[in-house]
């Protein structure tokens, strides 16, 4: 098992910037996998925000790349969500989740968190 | 907007045979791996199908995956009360370089 768990404030003001962090515990982060945020608006469904790798290496959705960074601390085995500007649409479940760089689950997402919601109120 | 397309909503009674469809295009289904994932109401989603047809290890044999060129299907056999839930194809994407998910599938079961 590699358990995932998401923290950070559930509440950001308009036009702030959401930040959150994701535990990886039980494996490494620097494990061959790509480290992955996935978004949930209420009653809506996934939208992939983007991934990053131990190294630094990154991807990123197009409808969000100008707001969206993702870092890694791997002395914490930790990785992390910045997203600036956020407006009501922002409003989401967060969740964060392992995709597997090789091997016949390459690419799919097989571990998630429980996933976080964070409220962009005014 | 999704550019995987499933159908909305799909049913069924105990028993049953459903299959929930995922067209896409070239530059994704049509060159890589489509995963399905299952979210029952309240839970974070988890992994149901990976690689077009593989199970990982806990899932029924009910459920079962298949692609042919742009679309690929899940299907449900023998279907229980338990099945209901939200589900979601996924594969990555070529000319965008992110993957991307289907608009989801609400499944009911009668």
């Known amino acids: 098992q590699v358990p995932l768990q998401e923290s950070g404030p559930g509440q950001v003001k308009l036009l702030g910037t959401l930040s959150l962090t994701c535990d990886v515990s039980?494996?490494?982060?620097?494990?061959?996998?790509?480290w992955t945020w996935v978004r949930q608006p209420p009653g809506k469904g996934l939208e992939w925000i983007g991934e990053?790798?131990?190294?630094?290496?990154?991807n990123y959705n197009p409808s969000l790349r100008s707001r969206v960074r993702l870092s890694v601390d791997k002395s914490k085995n930790q990785f992390f969500l910045s997203l600036t500007s956020v407006t009501a649409a922002d409003t989401a479940v967060y969740y964060c989740?392992?995709?597997?760089?090789?091997?016949?689950?390459?690419?799919?997402?097989?571990?998630w968190g429980q996933g976080t919601l964070v409220t962009v109120s005014s | 907007q999704s550019v995987l397309t499933q159908p909305p909503s799909a049913s069924g009674t105990p028993g049953q045979r459903v299959t929930i469809s995922c067209s896409g295009s070239?530059?994704?289904?049509?060159?890589?791996?489509v995963h399905w994932y299952q979210q029952l109401p309240g839970t974070a989603p988890k992994l149901l199908i990976y690689?077009?047809?593989q199970r990982p290890s806990g899932v029924p044999d009910r459920f079962s995956g298949s692609k042919s060129g742009t679309s690929a299907s899940l299907a449900i056999s023998g279907l229980r009360s338990e099945d209901e839930a939200d589900y979601y194809c996924?594969?990555?994407?070529?000319?965008?370089?992110?993957?991307?998910f289907g608009g989801g599938t609400k499944l009911t079961v009668l």
């Open positions: 989740a392992r995709a597997p760089n090789s091997g016949a689950s390459y690419r799919s997402l097989d571990y």
């Open positions: 690689s077009n047809n």
């Open positions: 070239n530059s994704n289904i049509g060159t890589n791996s």
């Open positions: 996924a594969a990555w994407d070529d000319s965008v370089s992110a993957v991307i």
């Open positions: 039980g494996g490494s982060i620097t494990s061959v996998n790509w």
């Open positions: 990053i790798y131990f190294s630094g290496s990154t």
